[in-house]
Structures are given as structure tokens and as C-alpha cells.
């Protein structure tokens, strides 16, 4: 099992960047695909941007790409959500997420997600 704990949130003007930080412990993230997920108020949990392990391809949802860059550090044993251009419309809680699954395999929905973060709040003001 593995235990996840986002940090990195904070209050950002629109525009600017934030970078998150999912670090785990019990188990190296090398061993799961890893997921970032974003919830805004009365939302639903929304993905954001995935990566694979082993060979780490990654996928972003469409109103992220080009904007946001998911990234591993192994030695480090975290998984990083570099944010950039951020917009009103980005803020929300964000959560990391693990599931072991095949090398080069991705996943979108949350609910294939088997170990979540707490979450951490991004908020972004216009």
C-alpha cells in the first residue's frame, strides 16, 4: 500500500504557475501510473493530466494540455504537476492518485484509482 500527500497549492494571481508535489511513502511511485485530479466547488472530480510507469507516456485532459506537464522524480519518489498560464478557471482542490497498472498504460477516470492525496487547494484570481 501507499500512502500519498499532495503539497505545492497556494494563491496565484491569473497567469501565473504553481508547481505540485504528490510524495509517497510505503512504496516507490515507480511501480503505479499516477494521476493528478482536480475538484472545483459543486463539481465532480475531474482528471487532469496521467502518467505511466516504466516507460511514463502521458495524457492530459484537453483544457490542460499545453499548460500543465505531469513529471516523476524517482530518487525523490514523487510525482510533480508543473502548472503554467494558469487561469480563473483552474482553481479547485487537486489530488494525486496511484493505481498499479501495466507498463505504458493510462487511465482517466477516477474511479480506477486505487490510493488518493488528501488534496491540496489552488486558486487562481482573476
Known amino acids: 500500500q501507499v500512502q500519498l500527500v499532495e503539497s505545492g497549492g497556494g494563491l496565484v494571481q491569473a497567469g501565473g504557475s504553481l508547481r505540485l508535489s504528490c510524495a509517497a511513502s510505503?512504496?516507490?511511485?515507480?511501480?503505479?501510473?499516477m494521476g493528478w485530479f482536480r475538484q472545483a466547488p459543486g463539481k465532480e472530480r475531474a482528471f487532469v493530466a496521467a502518467?505511466?510507469?516504466?516507460?511514463?507516456?502521458?495524457y492530459y485532459a484537453d483544457s490542460v494540455k499545453g499548460r500543465f506537464a505531469i513529471s516523476r522524480d524517482n530518487a525523490k519518489n514523487t510525482v510533480n504537476l508543473q502548472m503554467n498560464s494558469l487561469k480563473f478557471e483552474d482553481t479547485a482542490v487537486y489530488f494525486c492518485a496511484a493505481v498499479n497498472r501495466g507498463a505504458g498504460v493510462l487511465d482517466v477516470s477516477p474511479d480506477r484509482y486505487d490510493y488518493w492525496g488528501q488534496g491540496t487547494q489552488v486558486t487562481v484570481s482573476s
Open positions: 502518467i505511466s510507469k516504466t516507460v511514463d507516456r502521458t
Open positions: 510505503g512504496r516507490p511511485l515507480s511501480s503505479y501510473t
